[in-house]
């Protein structure tokens, strides 16, 4: 199988520029190809995951990778898929967020291979030298407006002409166009890919190597990921998830993955992991045969979790996961169960009702709201439905006291399977 055959059947394959050509070209050995990411943030997210696994793809099958930081680019910001303009970064935002994001980006590809080790560059080492009546001669003069208006990125937004785009944002698509250049000039790099969207600017630069030197290069545009309830993918209503975890937990990135609708789990499993095409097939037949079991879905949060953030993080969040389906608390971190604490309703409690024969569990459950009465307390413990820290309770007359914290600060109540209150105890 070439890079080109996994990445049609993982559907990773949405357009190129001359297949016929690139697949000649791929079958005579590797090629050098790039990929760019603006830092319009501190840290990347996960709609960044398939470019950025598209170069690692492409790495596996013996192929030259180049990630570039856009510290030029992005101090312009780039139009496609924007309706409105974006706010412009200072010089220190951007060096800022170059520096958070080439650690993430170093995650995903192998710097130290023997035969094909992959690239980091910043597109400002080439810039920073150009002058702007210069890069208006050496660039600009290779392509008219006409064509320039033509690019969706632009056209759409002159249409809107309460928007409109900005000259700023309108010669974006030429910094971008001068990268490939750059990049082929100095790396013999052919081929660049990306979203979808960026198919008017990978044009652009095809254009401007061939224009320039007079070489061949070619495109490849990668899908931009829907969900299947027509929401956009990566976005919560906590906001983006973020591979830092310093903007998203762990385990909030877990459960992003875990609480994945299932009309879209077995595209997410060929799009975000490095799971074989036997081991997916294997999830599909598991989740069309029981669903029910999520058998996919823990497959695609463990993967993807793991690919960012580590087998050890990955662990303790499947663990956090865990627990509120009702699994142990025997050894669990109190890192792993602060984690759910922000995911659950919490109260708050004296630690003086704890001391002494402490507080009666019906009182307890109904302070905090799981049950709307003493009585419809004693009728749930009798029941069976009432767990303190995941382990059920059954005698209604018991009290709750301090010897039952957990990490000498919280009980975990529940109610039926999925019905929890955390109780946080306060200093006297």
């Given at each position: 199988m070439s890079i080109l055959d996994e990445l049609q059947w993982r559907g990773l394959h949405a357009d190129c520029t001359d297949l016929a050509g690139l697949t000649a070209r791929l079958n005579e050995g590797g090629i050098t190809l790039y990929c760019g990411f603006d830092p319009t943030a501190d840290s990347l997210h996960v709609g960044h995951l398939v470019p950025l696994l598209a170069l690692?793809?492409?790495?596996r099958f013996g192929h030259h990778p180049i990630a570039v930081a856009g510290g030029a680019t992005g101090s312009i910001g780039d139009p496609s898929g924007k309706s409105a303009e974006r706010s412009l970064l200072t010089k220190e935002q951007i060096a800022a967020n170059v520096a958070a994001v080439r650690p993430q980006l170093e995650r995903f590809l192998d710097f130290k291979a023997a035969t094909n080790p992959a690239r980091l560059v910043d597109n400002a080492d080439w810039t920073a030298g150009v002058s702007y009546l210069d890069f208006l001669r050496d660039v600009g003069k290779h392509f008219t407006v006409n064509v320039m208006v033509a690019k969706e990125s632009v056209r759409a937004r002159m249409e809107d002409r309460e928007v409109g785009i900005s000259y700023t944002e309108f010669s974006y698509m030429l910094?971008?166009?001068?990268?490939?250049q750059q990049l082929h000039e100095a790396h013999n790099c052919q081929l660049q890919i990306g979203g979808s969207d960026q198919w008017g600017n990978i044009?652009?630069?095809i254009d401007l190597v061939r224009k320039k030197g007079g070489g061949h290069a070619f495109g490849l545009t990668l899908p931009l990921i829907t969900k299947a309830d027509g929401t956009k993918f990566g976005k919560t209503e906590a906001g983006a998830i973020w591979l830092d975890p310093k903007k998203t937990s762990v385990y909030r990135f877990y459960q992003f993955w875990i609480?994945?609708?299932?009309?879209?789990?077995?595209r997410y499993l060929k799009y975000f992991t490095f799971l074989d095409r036997a081991e997916i097939e294997a999830l599909e037949n598991a989740h069309t045969t029981n669903p029910g079991a999520r058998e996919a879905h823990r497959a695609l949060a463990q993967a993807a979790t793991e690919l960012i953030h580590g087998a050890d993080a990955a662990q303790e969040a499947q663990r956090a996961s865990a627990i509120l389906f009702g699994g142990g608390l025997d050894g669990i971190r109190e890192s792993t169960f602060n984690e759910i604490v922000g995911e659950v309703p919490?109260?708050?409690?004296?630690?003086e009702r704890l001391s002494g024969e402490g507080i009666p569990l019906v009182d307890l459950l109904t302070e905090s709201g799981l049950c709307s009465s003493k009585g419809q307390a004693r009728k749930d413990i009798q029941g069976g439905g009432i767990y303190l820290n995941n382990e059920r309770e059954s005698d209604f007359q018991r009290h709750v006291t301090s010897q039952s914290l957990l990490f000498g600060r919280h009980l975990l109540l529940r109610k039926g399977r999925r019905n929890y209150t955390v109780i946080t105890v306060c200093p006297a």
């Open positions: 690692a793809r492409f790495q910094l971008q166009a001068f990268d490939f044009t652009m630069g609480n994945t609708d299932d009309r879209d789990v077995i919490t109260k708050e409690m004296s630690a």
